[in-house]
Structure formats: structure tokens, C-alpha cells
């Protein structure tokens, strides 16, 4: 009993001491169940300031998207690997049959080639095919080899006109003429025709002669003979959209937007609230000015 006594023996002080620390902690216990610290007010998340900060962080978190995508950079469509493949898009199968083609010691040397061997779409050509990377001696040969081919279909297209009826054109507006119309330029077959009128259908006709020169694949020299022939007599009947009202799919259907130009408009847009003029476009940081008479042929602002 002694032993457990000294334990239990307190000055009148310490007793104090000892029921104020009990008083001080059932006093917060019973804050704490009461929700003292707590407000009822609640937060009104509709306000202007409210939405616009949550679209800054919406516009930030699409950027730190959009940067932890992988980047591609310029290579040698000869040495893909299965990884390096899989990243851009092509399918197994496609990916054997660029292998199976290098196993028998023989390179691709041009994206036209690339494509007859691994068989890939049209679409994922063009996806990829700016970033191919071939020796200089191979794009110096490709080029020589081009005009060869050109030359020799010039002068193969001059026999063939002369020992054929001659060919009358629906018309010489570019923004009418036909595919059979197109057949008629030295260089140009159906595909590329085709090509041509299905562009300019994105379009919505063409606007400016040299808009013609954006048809992937053209040769210029080709381009150039074709707006020698057809010319625009008539411009398209393009209908605008306000700027102001238009929604972010709308948008990105513009033919020289892509996807982080339409995020820069609409951002521009949710900090001045309305555009006044559709000339405003070209405060936006990183805005292609050199597109502008391009771009503002389907917006205005109203």
C-alpha cells in the first residue's frame, strides 16, 4: 500500500493543477461536438470570380496534359522498334511488315515507300510523315527523281494529246471545275485530283490562289501549273460565326485551327468577356498572324 501510495499523494497545488487540465480538456471535447469551429455559411460557387478561376484551372490542368504527352521527334522511319511503333499509331501486323522488309537488307527511302510496304492508312501517313528523317543523300536523290518522273509525264501527257480528241473544260474556275478537269495538268491522276476537290469541299472553296498549295503532298511546280489554267473567278459563299458565341467544337472545325489555338481564343475570350472586333484575335500571345486573313474567313464579331 505504501508503494502505491507515494504515486497518489498530490500537494492542495498539484491537485489544482490536475482538475483545471481535466476542466480545460473536457471544456474542448465539448466544443468539438458542438461544432464550434465550424460556420454554416456556405460558399456561393456561381459568382463570376468563382467561374473564371475554375476555368484557369481547367486551361492549366488541359496544358499539363497536353505537356505529359509524349513528344515525337524527327527519325529514320527504318530503325522503328515495336515500342517506337506502337507510340504512333501502327498496328502489329504493320510493324512485321517493316521488318520483315528490313531483314532483307533494303531500306524505305521516301514516306511513299514507307507506305506500300507497311501498308499503313493514309491518315496515320500524314500523322507521322513530317517527322521522318532520311539521310540527304536520299532526299537529294528523291527530288532528282521527282523531276525525272515529271518531265516524263509532261511528255508523256503531250503524245497522248496529240493522238487524242481534245478535251473540253466544265469551266476555268477553280472553285467549279470538275476531277476530269484537274486530269487535264501535266502530273496530276485521279488521287491527287481527288485530293484537290476534297480540300476544297474543307474549304468551303478556295478563297486565295495560294491556298492551293496546302493540298498535302502537291508538288509546286504542279500547283503552279494548275493556277495557270484555273483561276478563282468567283469567291465561296463562306457563312461566319460569331466569335463570341461559338463553341469549342465549332471552332476547332476551322481549317487552320488545331487544338491549343482554339484554347488560346477561348481563353482570350473568358478574360475580355467579349471580342468587339474580330481584329482582337491578334492580341493573343502566339497567335499565327500570318493565318489571320485565312482564319477570319469563317469568324466575326458581333
Not at 532526299?139 to 478535251?167: C, G, P
Not at 485521279?190 to 476534297?198: C, G, L, Y
Not at 468577356?273 to 497567335?287: H, M, R, V
Amino acid at each position: 500500500m505504501k508503494l502505491f501510495k507515494s504515486h497518489f499523494w498530490y500537494t492542495k497545488s498539484q491537485r489544482n493543477g490536475v482538475f483545471l487540465l481535466i476542466l480545460m480538456i473536457m471544456l474542448l471535447q465539448g466544443f468539438i461536438f458542438a461544432d464550434f469551429f465550424t460556420s454554416d455559411k456556405k460558399l456561393n460557387t456561381t459568382t463570376p470570380e468563382i467561374i473564371a478561376l475554375q476555368k484557369q484551372i481547367d486551361s492549366l490542368q488541359l496544358v499539363e496534359l497536353e505537356n505529359r504527352k509524349p513528344k515525337i521527334y524527327p527519325f529514320n522511319p527504318n530503325y522503328i522498334t515495336d515500342f517506337k511503333g506502337k507510340q504512333l499509331g501502327m498496328s502489329l501486323l504493320e510493324i512485321d511488315r517493316l521488318h520483315a522488309f528490313r531483314d532483307s537488307n533494303k531500306f524505305v527511302n521516301s514516306k511513299e515507300e514507307f507506305q506500300k510496304v507497311t501498308k499503313i492508312s493514309d491518315a496515320l501517313l500524314r500523322k507521322i510523315a513530317p517527322y521522318f528523317k532520311f539521310p540527304d543523300w536520299v532526299v537529294k536523290r528523291n527530288k532528282k527523281n521527282k523531276k525525272i518522273s515529271l518531265n516524263k509525264s509532261k511528255k508523256s501527257y503531250s503524245s497522248d494529246a496529240n493522238n487524242s480528241k481534245e478535251f473540253i473544260l466544265s469551266s476555268t474556275d477553280i472553285n467549279k471545275i470538275k476531277v476530269q478537269d484537274l486530269r487535264t495538268i501535266p502530273g496530276i491522276d485521279a488521287a491527287f485530283s481527288e485530293r484537290i476537290i476534297k480540300y476544297r469541299s474543307k474549304l468551303q472553296g478556295f478563297s486565295f490562289p495560294s491556298q492551293l498549295y496546302e493540298v498535302w503532298g502537291l508538288d509546286t511546280e504542279i500547283a503552279d501549273q494548275i493556277l495557270e489554267v484555273f483561276k478563282i473567278i468567283e469567291l465561296p459563299l463562306i457563312k461566319k460565326q460569331n466569335i463570341n458565341t461559338i463553341e469549342f467544337k465549332q471552332l476547332l472545325k476551322n481549317p487552320y485551327i488545331d487544338y491549343e489555338l482554339c484554347k488560346k481564343i477561348f481563353n482570350y475570350r473568358d478574360e475580355v468577356a467579349e471580342l468587339q472586333n474580330i481584329s482582337e484575335l491578334k492580341n493573343i500571345k502566339g497567335f499565327p498572324v500570318d493565318k489571320y486573313d485565312r482564319i477570319v474567313l469563317y469568324l466575326l464579331a458581333e
